[in-house]
């Protein structure tokens, strides 16, 4: 079975850092890890994705400086550091999976084939 498992969400102040993990049944290896968000009547957006194989990321411009992903892909765990956070951050985080190859499409939601329950993200004072 494939299967994904998001934690480490939970309430920050602005300006604060959280980290998020995303469990996985399968190994890595094979596959591109994105992370993705959506808040209360907003798109579903990727926030960051990486090659598992080899580590290459993609961020997009609204995260990028703020936010890392990383991988061990020994114990199939992809990461989400999330520091200097916004509230306009506060948002449901998603980790998901497809096999492919990486490129800034990657932040595109219908790429991918396996999703996590979520974690929630909340930033403010």
């Known amino acids: 079975q494939v299967q994904l498992v998001e934690s480490g969400g939970g309430l920050v102040q602005p300006g604060g850092s959280l980290r998020l993990s995303c469990a996985a049944s399968f190994s890595l290896d094979y596959y591109v890890i994105g992370w993705f968000r959506q808040a209360p009547g907003k798109d579903r957006v990727g926030v960051s994705c990486?090659?598992?194989?080899?580590?290459?990321?993609y961020y997009p411009e609204s995260v990028k400086g703020r936010f890392t992903i990383s991988r061990d892909n020994a114990n199939n765990t992809v990461y989400l550091q999330m520091n200097s956070l916004k509230p306009e951050d506060t948002a449901a985080y998603y980790c998901?999976?497809?096999?492919?190859?990486?490129?800034?499409?990657?932040?595109?939601?219908?790429?991918?084939?396996?999703w996590g329950q979520g974690t929630q993200v909340t930033v403010s004072s």
């Open positions: 998901a999976a497809f096999r492919g190859a990486l490129s800034r499409q990657c932040v595109s939601w219908k790429l991918y084939n396996y």
């Open positions: 990486i090659r598992s194989s080899d580590g290459k990321t």
